[in-house]
């Protein structure tokens, strides 16, 4: 089992600068991947930003250019640094991780942090 404690979230104006923060415990060594989502009020929840544990990076489309996903050394902790913030940006923002042990994949997801850009 692996638990998952997002901070970071705030209000910021637009162009403002964000620093998201996930840290994992527990069976971390199943972890494959982090990544960040968000999800507003009536829509589906969209990927922002993935990266894989000792491999690349992937975002969304609306946010290259703009947001960097990293890790900590010890691969516990995934952060997301968000610049140029924009009203669209506007979300409850979720870390996830995946993880898979005996063959059996995982999903394991925080309680989510709120940001809001606006002026």
């Known amino acids: 089992q692996v638990q998952l404690v997002e901070s970071g979230g705030g209000s910021v104006q637009p162009g403002g600068s964000l620093r998201l923060s996930c840290v994992a415990s527990g069976s971390t060594f199943v972890i494959k991947a982090m990544g960040w989502y968000r999800q507003v009020p009536g829509k589906e929840r969209e990927m922002v930003a993935r990266i894989i544990i000792g491999g690349g990076t992937n975002y969304a489309d609306s946010v290259k250019g703009r947001f960097t996903i990293s890790t900590s050394d010890d691969k516990d902790t995934v952060y997301l640094q968000m610049n140029g913030l924009k009203p669209e940006d506007t979300a409850d923002y979720f870390c996830?991780?995946?993880?898979?042990?005996?063959?059996?994949?995982?999903?394991?997801w925080g309680q989510g942090t709120q940001v809001t850009v606006s002026s």
């Open positions: 996830n991780a995946e993880g898979e042990a005996l063959h059996v994949r995982y999903d394991w």
